[in-house]
């Protein structure tokens, strides 16, 4: 990290431990966080973006982009998500999985 978004970066920590409401501390500290795509997840897991897609499709934290299924005249438009996983999410996720193989 450079020395310019170093001092943004303190900046950034005074403003925010300043602000008194929890839920808008969290999103703003969500609006910086750096998030991982689908891709990025199943690659390192080395599992099928469908399976990555199944395990964080509903976990709290998730962004989810896109629109449920749609009624369009007579038949149907499929659903379509894009998903962005905050870090925290995802170490959290693979905390709890690492967690069940130990049990």
Known sequence: MNAHAARQSDILAKTV???ADPWQKRD???QIEPTL???DIAARWQKSEDTVRRIFGHEEGVL???HETLRVGKGYRR???SLRI???VFLRVQDRLQQRRRE
Do not use: E, K, M, N
Request: no cysteine; hydrophobic share 50%; charged share 15%.
């Open 86 to 88: 905050p870090i925290s």
């Open 17 to 19: 431990t300043d602000i």
């Open 64 to 66: 989810r982009f896109g």
């Open 28 to 30: 703003i500290l969500a």
């Open 37 to 39: 795509t689908v891709a």
């Open 79 to 81: 659903r379509y998500f």
